[in-house]
């Protein structure tokens, strides 16, 4: 469940320098915040993959 919110902490370490900012940062953010977990498939990794699969059948091989 908590995959996603480790990956976007790991993001948040790459966009600041210093990483007791970076901590102080989540801790504010998801202090009250209510993570929801959504099992369903997702519309981005769909649209991606029928962009990729497109782009392939272009290219000559």
């Given at each position: 469940m908590?995959?996603?919110?480790?990956?976007n902490t790991i993001i948040y370490y790459a966009s600041f320098t210093d990483?007791?900012?970076?901590?102080a940062a989540v801790d504010r953010l998801?202090?009250?915040a209510v993570?929801?977990?959504i099992l369903a498939?997702?519309?981005r990794q769909q649209a991606a993959?029928?962009?990729s699969?497109?782009?392939d059948?272009?290219?000559p091989k």
């Open positions: 908590f995959d996603g919110v480790l990956q990483s007791t900012m970076t901590v998801v202090h009250h993570i929801l977990e498939p997702s519309f993959l029928q962009r699969s497109s782009t059948q272009k290219q």
